[in-house]
């Protein structure tokens, strides 16, 4: 099973190592998820990034040498008017590229926020969706990304995306949380790209995994 791997934040200011271990690209008919500790200070000097680093993925799979950092930047300003609070926003971005001998490739960027906030702002991978398997078995790695986001002064649900990335390609689905109200569950819906519910097996992993990323405990 592939591991999680998670790096500590640390400011994009600090300079990083000029390179890191290159993994040796895996025959195609044997493609092994392999997969290294990944910490920014681990990051080849190539492979850029906005804000801090929160986590990261590094693998080998039918491209080569896979690297997939996710990081964050958060940004205030006043509101608009005297009883207003301080508005907050919060960005996300997730870099997937390939390094071979001409440097770094990009494969896929991901970008969401959640912008001016006067409440309580959330934007968070879940730590455990956080990993890379290679469920259709054609020798490209599925990064598995799941996050929450709300902008909410209660506890009502947290929209909700999970998205598998494989070879530049973005299978997502998109919903809320499932939280408890009384007795019963608020939330919880789910709705997939169409491109997902095209892919039997990546669509059968992502509605397999939906409600445990999504349900949260009475
Ligand atoms: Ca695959």
Redesign the pocket.
């Known amino acids: 099973m592939p591991t999680v791997i998670t790096a500590a934040p640390v400011p994009s200011a600090v300079p990083l190592p000029s390179s890191a271990p290159v993994a040796s690209a895996p025959s195609v008919a044997s493609v092994a998820l392999e997969k290294k500790p990944l910490s920014a200070a681990a990051l080849p000097r190539s492979i850029t990034y906005e804000g801090l680093v929160e986590r990261g993925l590094h693998f080998a799979d039918r491209n080569g040498d896979n690297w997939v950092v996710v990081s964050t930047k958060e940004a205030t300003k006043p509101g608009a008017t005297d009883w207003d609070s301080t508005l907050r926003s919060k960005y996300l971005f997730v870099r997937h590229v390939v390094l071979d001998a001409t440097g770094p490739r990009e494969l896929r960027l991901l970008r969401d926020h959640e912008v001016d906030c006067d409440f309580d702002l959330l934007l968070r991978v879940t730590e455990e969706a956080f990993t890379v398997t290679?469920?259709?078995?054609?020798?490209?790695?599925?990064v598995n990304l799941g996050y929450e986001s709300a902008c909410r002064s209660d506890v009502s649900p947290a929209t909700y995306k999970f998205f598998l990335l494989?070879n530049g390609a973005k299978f997502g689905v998109r919903g809320t949380t499932k939280v408890p109200d009384g007795t019963t569950w608020w939330g919880g819906d789910m709705k997939a790209d169409p491109e997902l519910e095209a892919q039997p097996a990546l669509f059968a992993h992502a509605k397999a995994l939906w409600p445990k990323l999504t349900k949260r405990p009475l």
């Not at 078995?137 to 599925?142: K, R, S």
């Open positions: 290679d469920v259709d078995a054609d020798g490209y790695g599925e494989e």
